[in-house]
RNA sequence: AGGACCGUAGCUCAGUUGGUUAGAGCGCCACGUUGACAUCGUGGAGGUCACCAGUUCGAAUCUGGUCGGUCCUACCA
């Protein structure tokens, strides 16, 4: 027997350890390969909403196709995240030992990252069990396990072949906190106050500009940089500074003759037109230099402090050891900010600072360490990106590579197009170490290993080598994680079966960062058999951001971040304020968050269970857009749950040792059964469109509205009167109890993708009663429409039924009486249709209206006092017999002659228009024509039944 | 600066190729525990589809513009 309400807790608990036992996860090796790679979460994570989402909807693809008969593979693992890990153990080690990972050393600091790893890894495999995701876990990788090592170093080793990877001093993104490099991707700007200072450059040799001032003013939102001007740039066509160009100025402070040169980035219109040109801190400025041959001169040392003694480097990144570049006394050793000061002040004592004005800019700040990133000078490696690019755009312009929804399509391809070389070397401890080996003079060797590159370099065992001490961008490991996870470089079965995956499922957020950087590894070294290149998924299924439900961004300092495990599990309101105030970046920010928490859970978090929160994501996943997650809608589909459930106790009880037709025992079925295996078909038509098109909120509708609007509100309470019977046949109880546990049945397997463990629970009862056998409800075949039974009769009858119903109900409502009262209805004005329907479902409407009679009005007989409803032409009386509220009827009859006025003037203006009856399609115009007679039909009947009230 | 997306009921959102009386869930109001379900049932109220102009016989839907919001990309020192 089942219990009575639904509770989540109580059915979610064993089935996953069930499925997973069983192997059920594991593709099958038949039939037409269906395959999905997980975005590999961080390994030490925990699971967040966006996860939750994601996971929610490869679940129901998998699931899904699974049972249509594919050989399907999830695929399973979890990424190292250089930076994000590395910090954490760092943190951890700050906070637990005060130490740093210097004080450590590489490889007891590594230990410790293993340790945490271990530790901490196994949270985020158990909060995606605990979704219900069907992943093989059997195959489950990490993107540092030994075959991903192996990869990378192929990888590594063949682009750097292929001088695809290069290595060299260039001016990249440094964050001078974590004292590594980072990509583009990894920097965010952000809107700040800043100031503009305006300083003064003092011409050299006593020239004069052509308004006879001895020096030119540069503006700068940077001045500690001017330690390391090498030049002053101005516009070849300003006229005011032409004939300056090849003079110098003198750099104040330092006492640098730089040059004056002309070039073309300069806005003739921006500030004075003279900007200072610093190459080696200043990404504009380093073009600028790279085009006029201008030395560089590094300023900053790791932390960016100043240091002791400019580096120069000539604009080829070579070392410049010809050229000085000493930094005045007092400067080395500060801070960026400090330095920025004192040049300030020292400017000003100098009489050179002419202005300074408030500012708006932009600071480039480290996604991971918050602080403002510095160009900086450095020997990095690189991908040459622009080879891989190619077909990576064309594959996509192409359609081998499908975005949904498409308009990402758009920001793909402008990316794309204007791609920089990629540095891929992070001056970190965690991650794949790059392969490259040097000697004592610096020159770099690369090879899978030691031994291979005094193979394949031939250098004698006596020459010491020592390896790059730089790790690999975590982005590029993951770059293989298509291919990877299948075995390669070894041509696995797998790889062979499963690449290219059918379907990739991410957000939008890291389409540059992972999406497109897939495509292009991808492409360049997974080939067919003919040498084309293999895309690594044929679409793209980017969802939105999940966010709070003011439509704010979740996150842990706002206070509002949801865990979808407190939405399945419940939490109560002190656990879930500790939760969110506890571990804050600002600690001042608790009391605030503490409030709007205790105002909006008041009660805590109910436990609302899986099946529920994961058809909620189903059921705003529409079109790609960001979703606000409002906790009242998973309550609503908490409550359809129970209704899935209730109904399934409805259906047992009815049919449990009971005869259903199992065994092929003759069986009729009814205009009802007919109805809703009518429905079914279409409702399975609906839903094999709205996947196919990756429209899982319209799916979870179909499903949805199917299940409570049709089979509970209508079925069941039709059920009745055929099983309560005792004058219905034996064959029709019978088709009856067949229908059903089978249209229950097949319900469940068509939700079964979306809400997993509910179906699978209830299918467990029913499944023998329906005919079925099987183990589990994940291999039984998706329901296929079938068209033969959709069937239109069936349809119209019980649409009449409903409407007659519903006029019924509607009366009752408005005139108040009790739903406890059986009452009389006569019909009239009805044709032979009707009369048709009223024989085929009048004990339907008997029981379900509450009827004590009911009956055609005789051809002579006049129509008694009553309150009336249409239904099509046809009129449902509630005879009233002197206990009609005359005014309340009158009233309600007024609303509806209103509206069929107003809907007869729209139509009558419509069809007046000759332009409409001569343009319009005929079949609109017949259709228009039809509905005026039917409204004016209506009209004339509400109008009798007016004046017949008022001459009471 | 360029681009994308969005603006529909109190709230969250659907609305296919232009032809609906513009829908759903939640919330709201009224009534109701009849033998699946009060995590329920029945009925009801609630919308100038942001605004303006255009195309069209016909616009929530197509075009242009305005206003408001979100986001991305690139930034001028």
């Known amino acids: 027997m089942m219990e009575k309400t639904y509770q989540p807790g109580q059915i979610e608990s064993q089935w996953y350890a069930f499925w997973e036992e069983q192997g059920f996860f594991k593709p099958s090796q038949q039939g037409e390969p269906f395959s999905i790679m997980i975005p590999p979460p961080n390994v ?142 990894e920097v965010i700007s952000e809107d700040e106050k800043g100031k503009l200072w305006h300083f003064r450059y003092p011409l050299a040799n006593g020239v004069k500009t052509a308004d006879g001032k001895d020096y030119l003013v540069v503006a700068t939102t940077r001045p500690e940089t001017m330690l390391g001007d090498t030049a002053v740039a101005v516009n070849p066509e300003d006229d005011r500074y032409r004939d300056l160009v090849g003079k110098t100025v003198v750099l104040p402070v330092v006492n640098r003759e730089i040059p004056i040169i002309a070039d073309s980035y300069v806005d003739m219109e921006f500030g004075t037109g003279c900007v200072k040109i610093t190459p080696a801190h200043d990404f504009n400025d380093y073009e600028v230099g790279k085009r006029n041959q201008l030395p560089m001169i590094n300023i900053f040392t790791i932390d960016a402090s100043i240091r002791d003694e400019g580096e120069v480097v000539n604009s080829d990144g070579t070392p410049n050891l010809d050229m000085q570049a000493a930094i005045p006394a ?125 193979s394949k370099y031939s250098i004698d065992a006596s020459v010491a080598l020592h390896q790059d001490e730089d790790v690999l961008d975590t982005w590029f490991s993951s770059a293989l994680w298509t291919f990877g996870t299948l075995g390669w470089p070894e041509n696995t079965r797998e790889l062979q079966t499963y690449h290219p995956t059918s379907v990739l499922v991410t ?124 906790v009242g809608r998973i309550e609503g589909y908490r409550n359809f749950c129970n209704k899935i459930w209730n109904a399934a106790r409805y259906v047992l009880m009815n049919t449990e040792g009971q005869d259903c037709g199992q065994n092929n025992e003759s069986y009729e079925l009814g205009l009802a059964e007919r109805w809703i295996i009518s429905r079914l078909q279409e409702t399975e038509q609906q839903v094999e469109k709205a996947v196919a098109a990756f429209r899982f909120d319209q799916a979870s509708q179909a499903i949805y509205e199917f299940i409570w609007n049709e089979y509970c509100d209508w079925y069941l309470e039709l059920s009745k009167p055929v099983l309560w019977d005792d004058a219905a046949s034996a064959e029709l109880k019978r088709g009856t109890r067949r229908t059903l546990v089978r249209v229950l049945e097949t319900a469940l397997r068509m939700a079964h993708p979306f809400m997993p463990y509910i179906t699978e629970e209830i299918w467990q009862k029913v499944k023998e009663l329906a005919g079925k056998s099987g183990p589990t409800i994940m291999q039984q075949p998706y329901p296929v429409a079938d068209a033969s039974r959709i069937d239109p009769e069936a349809a119209a009858s019980i649409e009449w039924l409903k409407g007659v119903i519903l006029a019924v109900r509607n009366i009752r409502g408005e005139m108040d009486i009790s739903p406890a009262k059986a009452i009389n209805v006569i019909l009239a004005q009805g044709d032979d249709s009707d009369r048709a329907r009223l024989q085929a479902n009048q004990s339907f409407l008997m029981k379900l209206a509450k009827l004590e009679s009911i009956r055609w009005l005789a051809a002579d007989e006049e129509a008694p006092m009553a309150a009336t409803q249409l239904v099509g032409a046809m009129q449902v009386l509630v005879p009233m017999a002197g206990l009609i509220d005359k005014e309340a009827e009158l009233a309600r009859l007024g609303k509806e002659i209103d509206k069929l006025l107003k809907e007869q003037q729209r139509l009558q203006g419509k069809l007046g228009n000759e332009s409409f009856i001569s343009k319009a399609p005929e079949a609109v115009v017949a259709k228009e024509k039809e509905k005026l007679a039917d409204a004016e039909a209506a009209l004339a009947q509400l109008r009798e039944q007016v004046s017949r009230i008022e001459s009471i």
């Not at 790893?117 to 979704?131: D, P, V």
């Not at 708006?360 to 690019?389: C, H, M, N």
């Not at 105030?581 to 109910?606: N, V, W, Y």
């Open 330 to 454: 007092g400067y080395p050793g500060l801070d960026r900010y400090e330095a920025r000061k004192k040049i300030v002040a020292d400017f000003e004592a100098l009489g050179y600072l002419e202005e300074i004005k408030d500012h708006a800019l932009k600071a480039p700040r480290g996604d991971r360490s918050g602080v403002v990133i510095e160009p900086y000078l450095t020997d990095q490696w690189f991908v040459a990106v622009k080879a891989l690019a190619e077909p990576a755009i064309k594959a996509v312009e192409d359609g081998d590579i499908q975005f949904v929804p498409k308009q990402y399509e758009n920001m793909y391809f402008a990316w794309m197009r204007d791609l920089q070389d990629w540095c891929i070397s992070r001056q970190l401890w965690w991650g794949h170490r790059i392969p490259a080996w040097y000697n004592d003079q610096g020159n770099v060797y690369v090879a899978r290993n030691e031994e291979e590159v005094r």
């Open 44 to 185: 030490t994570g925990s699971l967040h909403m966006g996860h939750a989402f994601q996971d929610t909807i490869m679940d129901a693809l998998t699931r899904y196709y699974r049972m249509q008969g594919r050989d399907t593979l999830w695929q399973v693992g979890t990424d190292h995240a250089g930076i994000a890990t590395q910090m954490v153990v760092e943190r951890k080690l700050a906070a637990e030992e005060d130490k740093t990972r210097h004080d450590l050393g590489r490889e007891a600091f590594l230990n410790k990252v293993w340790e945490w790893k271990a530790e901490s890894g196994g949270t985020i495999t158990r909060q995606l069990r605990r979704m219900g995701a069907s992943v093989d876990w059997s195959r489950e990788r990490f993107t540092m396990d030994e075959g991903f090592y192996k990869a990378v170093q192929e990888v590594f080793v063949r682009l750097y072949d292929d001088k695809l990877i290069y290595r060299g001093k260039r001016l990249v993104n440094w964050d001078p906190k974590l004292h590594t490099a980072i990509s583009d991707l």
């Open 507 to 630: 957000g939008f957020d890291i389409i540059f960062f992972w999406v497109a950087r897939m495509i292009m590894m991808t492409m360049h070294f997974i080939k067919d058999e003919d040498g084309k290149p293999q895309v690594p998924f044929k679409t793209v299924y980017v969802h939105g951001l999940v966010r709070d439900s003011q439509g704010a961004k979740m996150s842990k300092s706002k206070g509002n971040v949801l865990d979808p495990i407190d939405l399945i599990d419940g939490i109560e309101l002190e656990p879930l304020v500790t939760k969110r105030t506890s571990g804050l970046m600002r600690p001042q920010d608790a009391q605030k968050i503490e409030k709007a928490t205790r105002s909006e859970f008041a009660e805590g978090i109910a436990s609302y269970g899986t099946d529920a929160l994961r058809f909620t994501f189903c059921s705003l996943a529409s079109t790609g857009r960001d979703i606000k997650f409002d």
